[in-house]
């Protein structure tokens, strides 16, 4: 099961960090991403980590804002949101894989969090 927290209202701009506690002992035999979906589009990815932390890879539109990365010891990954835009606004959900390398397709992706909202003001 995963669980994402940390979203909330910010200013264009701002920054947030997102969570996602997944529960059991295989936390890391998976790789991790994060996805988003604004209203009325289709799920698109953001980023994801490899099972170490050591690989990761980002969405272009998220690059050099955004930074991924994961704590095995507490079954959590992290997505740490920079100069946010209005056009970041979205439900972001975390997912699991388990399979490599790493994937950009959600259709890689065995688990899903519940998603949580970001909502960037101008």
């Known amino acids: 099961q995963l669980q994402a927290s940390g979203g909330g209202l910010v200013q264009a701009g701002g920054s947030l960090r997102l969570s996602c506690a997944a529960s059991?002992?295989?936390?890391?035999?998976?790789?991790m991403g994060w996805f988003h979906q604004a209203p009325g589009k289709e799920r698109e990815f953001v980023a994801t980590?490899?099972?170490?932390?050591?690989?990761?890879m980002y969405a272009d539109s998220v690059k050099g804002r955004y930074t991924i990365s994961r704590d095995n010891a507490k079954n959590t990954v992290y997505l740490r949101m920079t100069t946010l835009k209005p056009a970041d606004t979205a439900v972001y959900y975390c997912?699991?894989?388990?399979?490599?390398?790493?994937?950009?397709?959600?259709?890689?992706?065995?688990?899903w969090g519940q998603g949580t909202q970001v909502t960037v003001s101008s």
């Open positions: 997912a699991a894989d388990s399979t490599s390398p790493l994937h950009d397709s959600s259709s890689y992706y065995d688990y």
């Open positions: 980590i490899g099972r170490s932390g050591v690989n990761t």
């Open positions: 059991g002992r295989t936390f890391s035999r998976y790789a």
